[in-house]
């Protein structure tokens, strides 16, 4: 039963929980938070330290023979990919008597469609004259270009009309001739009447079709003076202004945007590839012990700190009655959080002090207890290595840590019942899963876990209402060993477990 129901709840479990990944992305705010006000800096800085070169703007007006009101922007495409071509930056280079290559001066200028007929210039220069002298270079270098392409054409189409009407001239000749051969008498004769007649609407065709050449040949070298006329600078060449508060406020909003979104991409990859639990839910679960009292890692404004010297209280309430009515040393293992841990051995010790004195054993690998100055009325305090020296009638309590590099063995020593206090985030899933494994390997029940910094919105539910299922650590009492330290010999029946919730009702 426990098999299938540990399987059908690894089968409901998410890939990918999302309330967790926005806790863990939210607790990491300082992270994107820094991001975001680096993006911005970095944004005023490029304003303020790389402004942009001196440039120059203006507009033409481009007339195209082949207008439509239909066209898409198709022909001021044309115009923008010529405008982009060598052939114009040389012209404006000549005129500008520059010896500037025309491949460098493609860089500094660009060409944008506004409309199907208007075309805008921005140059960059050395300085504002010089870009405003470039972009009427450029101007006049487009339209003389433009015009000059226009005129071939409309040249070109003329010249092919013109040469199609003149063939059509020698071959009306050639027909005329030929009715002037006929002679009168023939026309009695029916088939010579209908070859008569066939040249004569031969006749008719050809003078129709002369005409229509002349005509369009016409219309082709009178719609040239509409290009050439319709073609102009409409904008004179003018400098632009740059506003530097205007673009420090622009590059800063897009710094800060950018900074933003990298930081939250950056903590939310992080989250996933660290896999560092920071629901009590999930924290409960990888170490198989319900989460008993949580205490904020910072007290904050003074209704966070009055709150939090509630929860403190609370916390040295229970601990203590925990430590005083338990037949076995109970110890307090850390994770993440050893200067709060020590200050809760010291609260526990203080509240236990009146019941007679009490030893706190430390542990830590820090100076954070053996290490500091003891104050009048403080427990007193020991080291690991003077622990041996206690007799068994003093009371105890330990102090350890079960971050990496714990020597596991010596956990049992401090007290074969422990309490975890875990900073939320702090230690990866598999490695709770290590510091559930070796505390049952060693042999020492965990009581319940204190959560250190949990997330002010977390609503899951940090009890393992399965966890006699799950883990016999924490859901039993064992005798105290012979040699325990702190405690003398009883007789107790091994393993005598707490009946579950079920049995309980039954």
Not at 172 to 188: D, H, W, Y
Not at 245 to 265: M, R, S
């Amino acid at each position: 039963m426990t098999t299938s129901t540990t399987s059908e709840s690894s089968a409901a479990a998410p890939l990918l929980d999302l309330r967790a990944l926005v806790v863990a992305v939210r607790r990491r705010r300082r992270l994107w938070c820094s991001l975001a006000l680096l993006g911005l800096l970095a944004g005023v800085a490029v304003a303020v330290l790389l402004p942009p070169p001196p440039s120059a703007v203006t507009k033409v007006l481009v007339a195209h023979a082949e207008d439509q009101p239909n066209d898409m922007g198709t022909l001021i495409r044309t115009d923008v990919a010529v405008l982009g071509t060598t052939r114009i930056a040389d012209k404006a280079l000549r005129s500008l008597k520059s010896s500037e290559a025309p491949e460098d001066f493609l860089r500094d200028y660009r060409g944008i469609g506004l409309t199907n007929n208007l075309l805008q210039i921005d140059v960059a220069g050395s300085s504002d004259e010089d870009a405003v002298a470039r972009a009427k270079a450029l101007a006049d270098a487009f339209v003389e270009d433009h015009v000059r392409r226009m005129r071939e054409t409309a040249a070109a189409e003329a010249k092919a009309l013109l040469d199609q009407r003149d063939r059509m001239r020698d071959e009306l000749a050639e027909v005329n001739k030929e009715i002037g051969v006929r002679s009168p008498e023939t026309e009695s004769d029916p088939r010579e009447s209908a070859g008569v007649e066939t040249l004569f609407a031969r006749r008719a065709e050809l003078n129709s079709r002369i005409a229509d050449f002349d005509q369009r040949a016409a219309e082709a070298r009178t719609g040239t003076p509409k290009v050439v006329a319709g073609t102009q600078i409409v904008d004179a060449p003018r400098a632009v202004r740059h506003s530097l508060p205007k673009a420090a406020a622009t590059d800063a909003a897009i710094g800060l945007v950018l900074g933003l979104v990298l930081g939250l991409a950056l903590a939310a990859v992080h989250t996933v590839v660290a896999d560092r639990p920071v629901l009590r839910r999930d924290i409960a679960a990888n170490l198989g012990a319900s989460v008993i009292a949580e205490l904020p890692h910072r007290s904050g404004g003074l209704w966070r700190r009055r709150r939090t010297r509630v929860a403190r209280e609370r916390l040295t309430t229970s601990l203590a009655r925990t430590v005083r009515d338990a037949a076995e040393p109970v110890s307090l293992l850390e994770l993440g959080c050893a200067r709060a841990t020590s200050v809760i051995a010291l609260d526990v010790a203080g509240a236990l002090a009146a019941e007679g004195p009490l030893v706190v054993v430390d542990g830590l690998p820090g100076p954070q207890l053996a290490g500091r100055r003891p104050k009048p009325g403080d427990p007193t305090v020991v080291s690991g290595e003077r622990a041996a020296a206690l007799s068994d009638q003093e009371r105890r309590l330990g102090v350890g840590s079960v971050a990496p590099g714990t020597a596991w063995t010596d956990l049992q020593y401090l007290g074969t019942r422990t309490v975890l206090v875990v900073r939320a985030g702090h230690g990866s899933a598999a490695w709770l899963h290590t510091v559930a494994r070796q505390l049952a390997d060693q042999r020492v029940s965990v009581i319940g876990v204190v959560l250190i910094d949990p997330d002010p919105w977390d609503r899951t539910d940090g009890t393992l209402w399965d966890g006699l299922h799950t883990a016999l650590r924490g859901h039993h009492e064992r005798p105290a060993r012979e040699n325990a330290p702190g405690r003398a010999r009883t007789e107790r029946p091994s393993w005598t477990r707490v009946p579950d919730i079920d049995q309980e009702a039954r």
